[in-house]
C-alpha cells in the first residue's frame, strides 16, 4: 500500500508540473505569440504601404518631367500637312523614344550601380523602363505610345474609359491612379499603377494633352516587397528565407476589386486565398480599410492582413494589399516545445517510476531478510542473530535492536550490565553463563521510540519498592 500511495503521489506530482507547463505555453505564450504576429504582419503592410506610396511619387515625377520636354510639346501642337493625326504621331512617337532613351541611359548609369532605391532621387528610383509610356492629346485620344507593335491602336480614347484622364487635364496636375488595363480587348487585363501629368501649351497655360506612364504590379514586384520586408533591402527576391524570416517577412498580393493580380504565392495558394478573401470573409463589404482575418490554406492557419491603398477603399473597384502568414510556422517552437514537455513528463513518470521501484526493493531487501531472521526465531532457533553489518542505517540500527530483543526476551544478560560476565552466552559463543540464572534487566534504550516513558516507569517502580520496603 505504501508503494501504491508513493507512486500515485510522483505521478499526480509529475501530471500537475506538466500541466502547468503546458498551461504557461498554451495560455500565455501562444496567444502572446499571434498578438505578435498580428503586430508584425501591420507594420510590414505599413512598409509596404509607405514603398507603394514612395514609388507612386516617383512615378509621378517621371510623368512630369516627360510632359515638361519641350520637344515633346511642340510636337504636339506642330502644324503637319497632309494626314494631320498620322504626321502628329509620327513626331510624338519619336520623342516618346527620346525620353525611353534618357531613362534608360539613367538605369544604365554608373552613378546608379549599387546603390539602393532608398538612397535614390525620386526621379531615379527603379523602375526605370515603364509599361505603359504614352501621350494623350486633350480630347483623351492616344496621340502615341511606346511598345512594339502597338502603333495601331493611336487614335484609341483613352479619357472614355477612364475620366481620371480628363480630371488631371482639367485641375492642371498630376494624377496617380490605378488601372486594370490591356491593349486589346480580348487580352487580359492587368493591374498597373499610373500616372497622369498634363502637357502645357509652350507659350500658355493652355491644357494640350497629357503624358501616362505605368507600371504593372507583378509577381516580381510582390517579391520585391516581401524582400524589402525581409531585410530592408529591394530586389533581393531570389534568397531563401528561414523559416522564421518567412514569419517575420509575409507572403504579399496584391488586389483589386474580387481579383487578386499578383503575390509571392503558388497558383494554388492563390485561388484559395481568393476564395477567402472574396467567398468566405467578403472584404469588399468590411467597413473598415484595414482588418485582419484568420483563413485555411493548404490546411495551414494563417493570419491574414488586409489593407486597402490611400484613397481607394471608398471606390467602386478599390484596390489594396494582402499580407499573409502562417500562424503553424508562428507558434511551432512553441508548439515544439510543447510536446517536448509532454514527452518529458511521461519519460520522467516512466522511469521515475522505475528507478523508485529499484530503490524501494534495495531499500526494503534488508527488512526482508529480518522478516526471515523473526520467522527463524518463532520456528525455533532461538540461537539466530541477526546481520549488522551488510545493510543501510535504518536496517542496521534495526538488526541491532532485534538481537537485543531476542536476548531479552531469552533472559540473557545485556551488554551493560555490571553483573554481566562479558557476553551473551550462547548467542556470542560464551561459556555457561547461558544455565545461570539472569540478573535484574538494567534500562537498555532500544532507539525505537518510548525509551523515556519506559525509563521514568522504571524509575516510578524502583522508587515504590523503596518505600514499601522502608514501611515494612
Known amino acids: 500500500m505504501f508503494r501504491l500511495k508513493f507512486i500515485l503521489s510522483f505521478v499526480i506530482f509529475m501530471a500537475i508540473l506538466a500541466g502547468l507547463s503546458l498551461y504557461t505555453i498554451q495560455g500565455n505564450l501562444v496567444p502572446v505569440t499571434m498578438e505578435d504576429t498580428e503586430i508584425s504582419l501591420m507594420r510590414s503592410a505599413s512598409l509596404v504601404e509607405k514603398s507603394h506610396r514612395i514609388d507612386e511619387y516617383a512615378l509621378k515625377e517621371k510623368a512630369q518631367l516627360v510632359a515638361r520636354r519641350q520637344a515633346l510639346r511642340k510636337a504636339m501642337i506642330a502644324e503637319y500637312e497632309g494626314d494631320r493625326d498620322r504626321q502628329r504621331h509620327r513626331a510624338v512617337h519619336m520623342q516618346l523614344e527620346v525620353n525611353e532613351i534618357i531613362f534608360d541611359r539613367k538605369s544604365n548609369s554608373a552613378a546608379l550601380e549599387g546603390k539602393r532605391n532608398l538612397d535614390l532621387e525620386l526621379i531615379d ?150 476564395s477567402e478573401l472574396y467567398e468566405t470573409h ?127 526476551l531469552q533472559g540473557k544478560p545485556m551488554p551493560d550490565e555490571e553483573q554481566s560476565l562479558g557476553g551473551w552466552g550462547g548467542l556470542d559463543g560464551g561459556g555457561d553463563q547461558a544455565s545461570e540464572k539472569p540478573k535484574a534487566i538494567a534500562g537498555v534504550p532500544l532507539g525505537l521510540g518510548g525509551g523515556k516513558k519506559k525509563k521514568k516507569k522504571a524509575a516510578e517502580a524502583e522508587m515504590g519498592d523503596e518505600d514499601s520496603e522502608e514501611a515494612t
Open 125 to 274: 528610383r527603379r523602375p526605370l523602363e515603364h509599361d505603359l509610356f504614352m501621350a494623350i492629346d486633350d480630347t483623351g485620344r492616344l496621340a502615341a505610345t511606346l511598345g512594339s507593335g502597338l502603333t495601331s491602336v493611336y487614335g484609341d480614347n483613352v479619357g472614355s474609359e477612364f475620366p481620371i484622364v480628363h480630371d488631371a487635364m482639367e485641375a492642371g496636375h498630376v494624377v496617380i491612379d490605378m488601372w486594370n488595363w490591356s491593349w486589346r480587348s480580348s487580352d487580359d487585363r492587368e493591374l498597373y499603377v499610373v500616372a497622369v501629368a498634363p502637357m502645357f501649351h509652350p507659350e500658355s497655360e493652355e491644357v494640350i494633352g497629357a503624358v501616362i506612364l505605368g507600371n504593372r504590379m507583378t509577381d516580381s514586384v510582390a517579391e520585391r516587397r516581401r524582400s524589402l520586408i525581409a531585410d530592408g533591402l529591394g530586389g533581393d527576391a531570389e534568397r531563401n528565407l528561414s523559416a522564421r524570416e518567412e514569419v517575420q517577412a509575409p507572403d504579399v498580393a496584391f488586389f483589386r476589386g474580387d481579383r487578386i493580380h499578383s503575390s509571392t504565392l503558388r497558383s494554388q495558394e492563390q485561388r484559395q486565398l481568393r
Open 282 to 408: 467578403d472584404i469588399l463589404a468590411q467597413e473598415q480599410p484595414e482588418k485582419i482575418l484568420s483563413a485555411t490554406i493548404d490546411g495551414e492557419q494563417y493570419r491574414i492582413m488586409v489593407r486597402f491603398f490611400p484613397g481607394q477603399f471608398e471606390t467602386d473597384n478599390p484596390a489594396g494589399i494582402v499580407l499573409l502568414t502562417s500562424a503553424d510556422q508562428a507558434v511551432q517552437p512553441l508548439m515544439a516545445a510543447r510536446n517536448n514537455i509532454a514527452m518529458a513528463a511521461v519519460a520522467l513518470i516512466v522511469f521515475g517510476l522505475l528507478f523508485f521501484v529499484f530503490l524501494f526493493h534495495l531499500f526494503l531487501a534488508p527488512f526482508g531478510r529480518l522478516e526471515e531472521g523473526i520467522q527463524e526465531i518463532i520456528s525455533g532457533d532461538k540461537d539466530h542473530v541477526f546481520e549488522t553489518e551488510r545493510d543501510h542505517g535504518v536496517a542496521r540500527n534495526m538488526a541491532h535492536h532485534l538481537n537485543l530483543l531476542s536476548a531479552y
